[in-house]
Every structure is written in structure tokens, then in C-alpha cells.
T-cell receptor
Framework: AQSVAQPEDQVNVAEGNPLTVKCTYS??????LFWYVQYPNRGLQFLLK??????LVKGSYGFEAEFNKSQTSFHLKKPSALVSDSALYFC????????????FGAGTTVTVRA | DSGVTQTPKHLITATGQRVTLRCSPR?????VYWYQQSLDQGLQFLIQ???????AKGNILERFSAQQFPDLHSELNLSSLELGDSALYFC??????????????FGPGTRLTVL
């Protein structure tokens, strides 16, 4: 079975400060990891993914994520947060044991204050 | 705009009724996924279709069913509705059904309210 944990329900940062949203995962095979963002009353938008290769993945809107196999983590980061980054962020995982399901974490609400 | 369309945006109905939610995937995408998002359950995978065939099932109730048509649009049918079925239902599409690494593109969702 596969699962994702986002240990923080909420993250609050000041604009211009670094932003980190944490994610840990559990899979049986090799993980395929994704980050999505959801703005109010909108669908989820894809930010970035890790499949293989470089552990540091760069994505949309200045976001990046670092894959750490030993810690089974895939934390989302942004060097300088913007007020417009305030949203709900989801980490998701699927593994290569022929499982088509994408398992999502519970989500982390990010609030960036001006 | 992801390119995935869903209709209707909002649906209000009564317990015991049946509704149909419709999804059109992005042009070229063969896979369609359905998800349910609620406050208590979070985002739950329901079912996936690939090129007209059911590919994977998640936490989908027996009262719910789905299908994907030859033009690749999909419908999610919810019957004998209960208050607890009130949720946001998302459709997503991706290029293929066997590549675990392809990101999914989500539609804007259908908000279902069961009274």
C-alpha cells in the first residue's frame, strides 16, 4: 500500500521569506511523487514531479522540491514566498507496482502575509 | 485553464435521487480519473478509465458508477444519494494509463449538495 503524510495542517510565512511544505511518503516500490496546488473554488494545478534522476526538481511559479530517499521525504520549497502563493498544497504519490491510483496527502494550507 | 471541462459546476438535489456528472478530458488524453473531495475524507480516488475501459478502482461506493465513451468523455453516476455524498467531485485526465509518471490535469470540479 502507498500513503502520503503532510504533517502540518497550516504553514504561515511572511512575504519574501522562504517557504517549506513538508511531505513524507510510504510505498512498496519506486515512488513517483507529485505536488499540486489548489486555489479557492478551483481545481488542482500541477506544480512539479519527481520520477527519477536529480533529487532537486524545479517546477512552476518558482517552486522546487527535494527528494530524499533515506528520509522518504519530498518537501516543497520556494526561496521567497509571495502573497499569491497562499493556497492549499497537496503532495501525492504512486508507485511502480502496477498501481494506477494517485494517493494524496491531507493537504497543507499556506498563508503568506504581506 | 487545464483543458479539462466538467459540467455542471453546481448541483443541488435531494436524498435518494440520482445525478450524472460529466467530464471532457484534455485533447489527446486517454485516461480519465474521478476524485471526491470532502472535508472529512480529503481527496479520494474513485475510479480510472483508459480509452474506454475501467483501469483502476479506488474508494468508490457501489451506488456510484462511471463510464468512458468512444469520444473519451466520461460520466460519473451517483444514485440513491445520501447527505454524506455532498462533496466536490473532480475529474482529471492524463496522457496514458500505464505510465505512472504522467501528471494529471484537473477540471474545476462539480460541487454536489444533497439536501
Amino acid at each position: 500500500a502507498q500513503s502520503v503524510a503532510q504533517p502540518e495542517d497550516q504553514v504561515n510565512v511572511a512575504e519574501g521569506n522562504p517557504l517549506t511544505v513538508k511531505c513524507t511518503y510510504s510505498v512498496s516500490g519506486n515512488p513517483y511523487l507529485f505536488w499540486y496546488v489548489q486555489y479557492p473554488n478551483r481545481g488542482l494545478q500541477f506544480l512539479l514531479k519527481y520520477i527519477t534522476g536529480d533529487n532537486l526538481v524545479k517546477g512552476s511559479y518558482g517552486f522546487e522540491a527535494e527528494f530524499n530517499k533515506s528520509q522518504t521525504s519530498f518537501h516543497l520549497k520556494k526561496p521567497s514566498a509571495l502573497v499569491s502563493d497562499s493556497a492549499l498544497y497537496f503532495c501525492a504519490v504512486r508507485d511502480n507496482w502496477n498501481d494506477y491510483k494517485l494517493s494524496f496527502g491531507a493537504g497543507t494550507t499556506v498563508t503568506v502575509r504581506a | 485553464d487545464s483543458g479539462v471541462t466538467q459540467t455542471p459546476k453546481h448541483l443541488i438535489t435531494a436524498t435518494g435521487q440520482r445525478v450524472t456528472l460529466r467530464c471532457s478530458p484534455r485533447s489527446g488524453d486517454l485516461s480519465v480519473y474521478w476524485y471526491q473531495q470532502s472535508l472529512d475524507q480529503g481527496l479520494q480516488f474513485l475510479i480510472q478509465y483508459y480509452n474506454g475501459e475501467e483501469r483502476a478502482k479506488g474508494n468508490i461506493l457501489e451506488r456510484f458508477s462511471a463510464q468512458q465513451f468512444p469520444d473519451l468523455h466520461s460520466e460519473l453516476n451517483l444514485s440513491s444519494l445520501e447527505l454524506g455524498d455532498s462533496a466536490l467531485y473532480f475529474c482529471a485526465s492524463s496522457v496514458d494509463g500505464q505510465g505512472y509518471y504522467n501528471e494529471q490535469f484537473f477540471g474545476p470540479g462539480t460541487r454536489l449538495t444533497v439536501l
